[in-house]
């Protein structure tokens, strides 16, 4: 071990003991961690990347997990067995770390003062003045205002932001060697994010800090690391500084990974990886992703591949590499994603088609929640906007905007406050006989967020999709039903053996496809997908929505596609419209939205988003927002975006801004726009 | 704060009135009389009279009424009519004092040691601990309190002849019922704290604690017992109520002079102020006690103590 590294890790094995059996989780990790520079580890849920992390602090519980084999070394020491009691006095001042959800973190019974002191107490001997202190001055580096009256206050007195600051408050606090961060902006909003992955890297220049961060989002990794791990089923199966892995990648399941994240530029499919990850109680015997990868060779169901070394740096674990292998050439289209990512091709106009029947109207439309002591919480505030027959209209913005609210508004699961929404010319809202209500609600299907909880765990896969089918009177006879089902399955992509089975025997991806196929049943003409892919891993999304564009394209359908995450929104619509606070601030189509954004918080929104290219994610400017969201219950006046806007002006306070149409088909609402 | 607590004392004062409203009525309805009859009947009709005026039964029920109510806001529970001479309010004060100190005993004893046994069965989650632990409050709550009481007065009080077995002389007397009493709470806390624990150990701030290295015995009485506690509060109001206003089966087998007892005697000779008096004293003793509790959440949760401020 140089002087220069500060971690090294050991051919690691972790298992866990369940009752189905062992899981092998971890299977000969290697890794190491430089002096000040921050190492990412990618992959998707069960990768083991959390378990790698977890393992270096010896946080793994002790009652199922094992570390079976290898050595953690840091400083001359070897983590993986050391005495519990030594470990104690290594955690939180040598290493610490960061954790995912900054809502949970914390405990709530405590002053934030007093958690961040607690291991200052404990490892730097000071009193609990001198420790006071240092905890004002912590809260004051991770950019908290107020931290002399901020530090006596508990922890649900702050937003989710600003949590994340006091949980990296404390992990800073005895000003560690290492900072393991575990997803440590996943459960944030993207502005939220920008925020965050800023303060890490401000901090790894005031401190030193070496950074070991576990992600599954390849733009955080191009945004903050020095080198990445990219993890599979327990191993790491290739290495390499992150232009290496980003420029050069070559591990097919790292094909995968890249080509299945949208970027902000294409149009085209996404490269979606078939399958699922492999079962870790009897991990497969050669290359684990041999199932999945379509360019496998015969060895590959074999042996094992070993780390093929290409630089210093640079290893991949694939047998494509190996000298008698047959040359493979990279999927083309991953090399002209990352050429088109410097150079962005003009769209053909032909594209650009000007819709003109619209499904759906909303004018003005208001969802009011009473929420006691006669205080409203104005969820959705005012919309006015049509959805073209045929077309994917995006809703995008930060959580708390009203755009689940809007969609179930428009779905009539909410009975509008003020305001109207027309389907087919006729109003949603308002009495309804029952027949007429029936009709509506087969043309209207939604596609909802968790697909663990959207399908009752006590029915069939069949009578969960046949649903619709037995209420709407669709099928005449049993033979009928059952076929129906089975043609909705493979529709979807799963076969009919699938039937009769129970939700909880799929995976996460097989189960929003089981849930699109029950929206599908009672041939609605309007989806609404409310988050449809967020719960899933980065390569199952993209199944998803490539699944989402082909159905659409074979049945006409039209999507309100609710979401989060702007890149996969772009990909996906065809006009997107921007939610803050309730108010929709601009709506165009989303080449124009993402090319030439106009109003202030889109631009903001669009610099936030981390874009899977190192290159670009450090050379470029980002417009970060200050503060957090207001709250929709007491919204600022006038303009709601003036408060966190840089271009606020003073007319902005005083009145609300008109929806303007501030060039064809590009609408907008602010005052330093002009028409 | 100030509102909510005027509001809390309010809402208890009407509780309370249509309690002392509800009770008397039904107390008229009911069968039989204090008094026995038939040597009522061989005194002469004038003697009668002079009889039920001397306790107020001669005027009309709506009189009786707002006498009563009259009386009660002066904090005037009636004269027993069973044991002659004597407020309901000073038999009370004067039975209170035994059931007092047993059930405070009882609480005292039954959290401690059900506290204890819910934290070990947690963090020994499934090992001989965890069983054991779990063993004495499937017993605590299967095996009735008579049944436990008796085992003691035998093994106990006969056979080591150590304790009293059931006479009230001194603080040895209280000791055996006590235990007898505190078996249930003990079992039910046990269970409780024991499910609670073991939802805050998988929380994410237990693992923020772990990782900033504090040590597994401060993390315990740091992190995880008060938000463990939270919730078992919630069954501390019926506890406490019941042990404090004393158990009726309990003081009757030990022979303790307590309140308990006190109710199934006049409830026996159909006293109906006596009654009327306890089932009022119970009640008021009910709500005082989940107004303290509902306080107590906001000392240990500051969550509900910044709500309680808003208001």
């Known amino acids: ?675 | 704060m100030k509102k909510y607590f005027i509001i809390r004392v309010i809402n208890i004062l009407i509780t309370l009135f249509i309690i002392a409203t509800a009770t008397f009525f039904l107390m008229k309805q009911l069968p039989g009389s204090p008094f026995d009859e038939e040597k009522l009947s061989n005194l002469s009709e004038e003697q009668r009279m002079e009889f039920y005026a001397r306790y107020g039964l001669d005027k009309p029920l709506s009189q009786q009424y707002v006498l009563y109510m009259k009386n009660l806001v002066q904090g005037d529970l009636g004269e027993s009519f069973y044991f002659k001479g004597q407020d309901v309010s000073t038999l009370i004060k004067n039975r209170i004092g035994p059931s007092a100190l047993l059930g405070v005993q009882a609480v005292l004893l039954g959290f401690t040691i059900g506290i204890i046994l819910g934290i070990v069965a947690a963090f020994r989650h499934n090992t001989m601990w965890d069983f054991s632990a779990m063993i004495v409050a499937v017993l605590g709550v299967s095996i009735p309190n008579f049944v436990f009481a008796a085992l003691l007065q035998y093994y106990v009080g006969l056979k080591l002849g150590i304790l009293p077995v059931a006479f009230w002389e001194s603080y040895s007397s209280s000791i055996m019922p006590t235990i007898a009493l505190s078996l249930m709470v003990i079992a039910l806390i046990a269970r409780f704290t024991r499910n609670e624990m073991l939802e805050v150990l998988q929380q994410d701030y237990m693992l923020t604690a772990k990782a900033k290295g504090v040590p597994p015995f401060k993390i315990i009485y740091k992190h995880a017992i008060r938000n463990a506690l939270i919730p078992v509060i919630t069954i501390l109001g019926p506890i406490v109520v019941s042990l404090l206003t004393g158990s009726l089966v309990i003081e009757n087998i030990f022979g303790v002079p307590g309140i308990g007892s006190l109710f199934v005697d006049s409830i026996k000779v159909n006293d109906y102020t006596t009654i009327m008096g306890l089932t009022l004293f119970y009640s008021a003793f009910f709500v005082l006690t989940m107004l303290i509790i509902d306080l107590l959440y906001g000392v240990i949760d500051p969550r509900i103590r910044i709500s309680g401020a808003k208001e």
């Open chain 1, 1 to 675: 071990m140089d002087v220069e590294t500060l971690l090294k890790v050991n051919n690691l094995h972790v298992s866990f003991s369940t009752y189905a059996g062992k899981v092998q989780a971890v299977r000969g990790v290697n890794l190491y961690l430089k002096k000040g520079e921050t190492l990412a580890i990618v992959g998707e849920s069960g990768s083991g990347k959390s378990v790698t992390s977890k393992s270096i602090m010896r946080l793994l519980p002790s009652n199922s997990a094992q570390i079976e084999d290898g050595e953690i070394l840091f400083e001359g020491r070897d983590l993986a067995n050391l005495p519990e009691r030594e470990m104690e006095k290594i955690r939180g001042s040598e290493i610490s770390m960061i954790f995912q959800d900054p809502m949970t973190a914390l405990n709530p019974t405590m002053t934030i003062g007093n958690q961040i002191i607690e291991s200052l107490l404990i490892h730097q001997k000071l009193n609990k003045t001198q420790a006071l202190q240092k905890a004002i001055e912590l809260l004051k580096l991770v950019g908290i205002p107020n931290a002399e009256t901020r530090v006596k206050q508990f922890p649900h007195q702050f937003s989710g932001g600003m949590r994340q600051r006091v949980v990296i408050a404390i992990a800073l606090a005895c000003n560690p060697k290492v900072l393991i961060a575990d997803e440590p902006t996943t459960a944030l909003d993207v502005t939220i994010q920008a925020q965050i992955l800023d303060l890490m890297k401000d901090i790894q220049k005031k401190m030193g800090t070496s950074i070991i961060i576990i992600t599954h989002d390849l733009g955080v990794v191009a945004n903050i690391a020095d080198r990445v791990a990219v993890m599979y089923a327990g191993k790491i199966v290739e290495t390499g500084t992150v232009e290496e892995v980003f420029y050069n990648p070559q591990h097919p399941y790292t094909w995968g990974l890249l080509g299945s994240m949208p970027n902000m530029e294409t149009k085209e499919d996404l490269i979606a990886i078939p399958g699922s990850p492999p079962d870790l109680i009897n991990p497969p015997k050669g290359d684990p992703f041999a199932e999945r990868n379509e360019f496998a060779l015969k060895v590959d169901y074999l042996r094992e591949p070993p780390m093929f070394k290409l630089t210093e740096t640079h290893y991949a674990a694939t047998w494509l590499l190996h000298g008698k292998a047959p040359k493979i050439e990279r999927p083309l289209k991953l090399d002209k994603k990352r050429l088109t990512v410097t150079k962005p091709v003009q769209k053909d106009a032909i594209e650009i088609t000007v819709p003109n029947e619209p499904l759906i109207e909303v004018k003005n439309l208001k969802k009011y929640f009473n929420i006691g002591k006669n205080e409203l919480l104005r969820a959705v505030d005012n919309l006015t906007f049509d959805i073209y027959k045929g077309e994917t209209l995006g809703l995008v913005g930060e959580s708390g905007c009203g755009k689940s609210t809007t969609g179930r508004t428009l779905m009539k699961l909410y009975e509008a406050t003020e305001g109207e929404v027309l389907f087919q010319k006729e109003a949603v809202h308002g009495k309804k006989n029952s027949s007429e209500l029936k009709q509506f609600n087969r043309k209207v299907q939604m596609i909802f967020q968790d697909p663990y909880a959207s399908l009752n765990p006590r029915k069939t896969v069949a009578d969960i999709i046949a649903e619709g089918i037995d209420i709407h009177g669709l099928a005449k006879t049993k033979e009928d039903r059952r076929q129906r089902v089975y043609e909705l399955l493979e529709t979807v992509g799963l076969n009919r053996d699938h039937a009769n089975r129970y939700p909880h025997e799929f995976s996460g991806g097989q189960r929003q496809r089981i849930g699109i196929a029950r929206a599908l049943a009672v041939e609605p003409e309007f989806i609404i997908a409310d988050e449809p892919i967020s719960a899933l891993d980065v390569s199952i999304q993209a199944q998803v929505v490539n699944l989402m564009k082909k159905l659409q394209k074979e049945r006409g359908l039209t999507y309100l596609f609710i979401a989060h995450d702007l890149s996969m929104i772009k990909h996906i619509s065809d006009r997107v419209g921007v939610m803050y606070l309730g108010s929709m601030v601009e709506l165009a189509s989303s080449d124009d939205l993402y090319n030439e954004p106009l109003h202030p918080y889109t631009q903001a929104l669009l610099s936030a988003v981390p874009v899977p290219d190192p290159m670009r994610e450090k050379s470029r400017e980002r417009i970060i927002l200050e503060g957090d969201l207001p709250s929709p219950s007491n919204p600022p006046s006038g303009c709601r975006f003036r408060t966190r806007c840089p271009h606020a002006i003073e007319t902005c306070a005083k009145m609300a801004p008109e929806w303007k149409e501030a060039k064809p088909n590009h609408w907008v609402a602010c005052h330093i726009i002009n028409s």
